[in-house]
């Protein structure tokens, strides 16, 4: 049974550009949730996720930034117009309900804007 | 405020020695506590909670201790070896879903 897999584990994008991170649950989740973290600090709660609905985004930018979890595939967190301040490790966790405890976090997706 | 503080960011410790990690909060209201280990290039790995109820909770080499009246939550490792190095940060749970994640204390074992 296979952990949360995100990827890209490294996204190299020049300011401009759009960065799309990849998460896909363990299996038999439906509950996705998407963190952001600074280096040398905690993780910043950005978004919560059941199949096909944002239950909570109250953690995103208004702007630029957006996530989905379609009914199949991956959960997508998508940046539009990457500027510097994007780079960050950007981690998902996923859960069978609803809780943060139960929550399993995959090994991030490392951003670098250059 | 809502917020989640750890004393020390940088904790060095004796191989074999026991090992205490700090934690303060501010919010009164939260369910329960966690504490993640976070090694380096992974993602955080849940090693411990306690619910605003409990005073203490016992695991594997870990104890969790919660202090209400001071807001203040701890992390003992018993014996601590090298597989322990790591960065170590408490988190509050709210709304059942969302942490609120302190800023992490690194653990160095000392041989």
């Known amino acids: 049974n296979a952990g949360v897999m995100q990827n890209p584990r490294h996204l190299v994008r020049r300011r401009g550009q759009e960065a799309r991170l990849r998460c896909s649950p363990m299996?038999?989740?439906?509950?996705v949730y998407w963190y952001r973290q600074l280096p040398e600090e905690g993780l910043k709660f950005m978004v919560y996720?059941?199949?096909?609905?944002?239950?909570?985004e109250s953690g995103m930018p208004k702007e630029r930034f957006s996530a989905e979890f379609p009914k199949e595939g991956p959960s997508i967190l998508r940046i539009q117009q990457v500027v510097r301040g994007d780079s960050a490790a950007y981690f998902c966790?996923?859960?069978?309900?609803?809780?943060?405890?139960?929550?399993?976090f995959g090994q991030g997706t490392r951003l670098t804007v250059v | 405020g809502e917020s989640v503080g750890l004393h020390l960011p940088t904790l060095s410790v004796q191989e074999g020695d026991n090992s205490i990690i700090n934690c303060a909060y501010s919010?009164?209201?939260?369910?329960?506590f966690i504490w993640y280990k976070q090694e380096s290039g992974k993602g955080p790995q849940f090693i411990i909670d306690?619910?605003?109820n409990m005073d203490k909770r016992q695991g594997q080499r870990v104890t969790v201790l919660l202090n209400k009246t001071v807001k203040h939550l701890s992390l003992q490792i018993a014996a601590t070896q090298p597989g322990d190095s790591a960065v170590y940060f408490c988190?509050?749970?709210?709304?059942?879903?969302?942490?609120?994640w302190g800023a992490g204390t690194k653990l160095i074992i000392k041989p």
């Open positions: 306690i619910r605003s």
């Open positions: 919010n009164s209201a939260s369910d329960y």
């Open positions: 996720l059941q199949k096909e609905n944002i239950i909570d």
């Open positions: 299996k038999g989740h439906s509950h």
């Open positions: 988190a509050e749970n709210m709304r059942n879903y969302q942490l609120i």
């Open positions: 966790a996923s859960s069978g309900g609803r809780g943060g405890t139960e929550a399993f």
